[in-house]
C-alpha cells in the first residue's frame, strides 16, 4: 500500500546534540518529499523540500535532509539542536499534477537541557 | 514574508451547529486547499480548490462540508451541521507552483471543538 512512515513517534535530544528524523515512504514512482515543521500553536512551516536532482538538500533553521532511492528514505537531520527546535515534525509526499500532500504521522521532538 | 490567515484561531460550538472557518490565502496564489488535524492523529487533506470549483476532495469531505471562495480574498470551509468526530484543527493552503510541484503554504490552523 502507498504509504508514508515517520518510525518515531517521539524523540528526546539534549540540547546542542544531533539529530535524525526518519522518514519512509512506499509509492510506486519517487514523490516529491518534504518536511513541515509545526511549533506549538503555530501552523505548519515548510522546512525544506527534495524535487529531483542533488539527493542532499538544505532548508531553513539549519536542517538538511538526504533522500536515499535505495532505501525509499528522506531523513531529516540537524548537527546541533536548540531548544527551539522543539515541535511536531511532518514527512509529507506529493506528486507532479497530483492536488494533495499526502503526511505522515509526525514526530514529536522534544529537547532538554 | 506573505502568509496564510486564518480565523477564528479557536472555535467552540454544539453539535449540531454550523460553522464557518475562514482563511485569507497568499494574495497572487490560485490553488487552495483545506485539511485537518485531528488530536493525536495525521494531517488529512479535505479539499482542494481552483477556478472556483473544487478540484479534488476527499473521501472525508461529505456533504456536511463545503468550501466557497465567496469575494476575492477570502476562501471559507463550512460545515453544516457539526458532529463530535469533527473536532481537529483545520489547516487553510495556498499554492505556489514550483517546478510544477505542490509546495504549499499554510496558516496557523483554526481549531474546532464540538461539545
Known amino acids: 500500500a502507498q504509504s508514508v512512515t515517520q518510525p518515531d513517534i517521539h524523540i528526546t535530544v539534549s540540547e546542542g546534540a544531533s539529530l535524525e528524523l526518519r522518514c519512509n515512504y512506499s509509492y510506486g514512482a519517487t514523490p516529491y518529499l518534504f518536511w513541515y515543521v509545526q511549533s506549538p500553536g503555530q501552523g505548519l512551516q515548510l522546512l525544506l523540500k527534495?524535487?529531483?536532482?542533488?539527493?542532499l538538500v538544505q532548508g531553513i533553521k539549519g536542517f538538511e535532509a538526504e533522500f536515499k532511492r535505495s532505501q525509499s528514505s528522506f531523513n531529516l537531520r540537524k548537527p546541533s539542536v536548540h531548544w527551539s527546535d522543539a515541535a511536531e515534525y511532518f514527512c509529507a509526499v506529493g506528486f507532479f499534477g497530483n492536488e494533495k500532500l499526502t503526511f505522515g504521522t509526525g514526530t514529536r521532538l522534544t529537547i532538554i537541557p | 514574508e506573505p502568509e496564510v490567515t486564518q480565523t477564528p484561531s479557536h472555535q467552540v460550538t454544539q453539535m449540531g451547529q454550523e460553522v464557518i472557518l475562514r482563511c485569507v490565502p497568499i494574495?497572487?496564489?490560485?490553488?487552495f486547499y483545506w485539511y485537518r488535524q485531528i488530536l493525536g492523529q495525521k494531517v488529512e487533506f479535505l479539499v482542494s480548490f481552483y477556478n472556483n470549483e473544487i478540484s479534488e476532495k476527499s473521501e472525508i469531505f461529505d456533504d456536511q462540508f463545503s468550501v466557497e471562495r465567496p469575494d476575492g480574498s477570502n476562501f471559507t470551509l463550512k460545515i453544516r451541521s457539526t458532529k463530535l468526530e469533527d473536532s481537529a484543527m483545520y489547516f487553510c493552503a495556498s499554492r505556489v507552483n514550483l517546478s510544477g510541484a505542490n509546495v504549499l503554504t499554510f496558516g496557523a490552523g483554526s481549531r474546532l471543538t464540538v461539545l
Open positions: 494574495s497572487n496564489h490560485l490553488y
Open positions: 527534495y524535487f529531483s536532482g542533488d539527493t
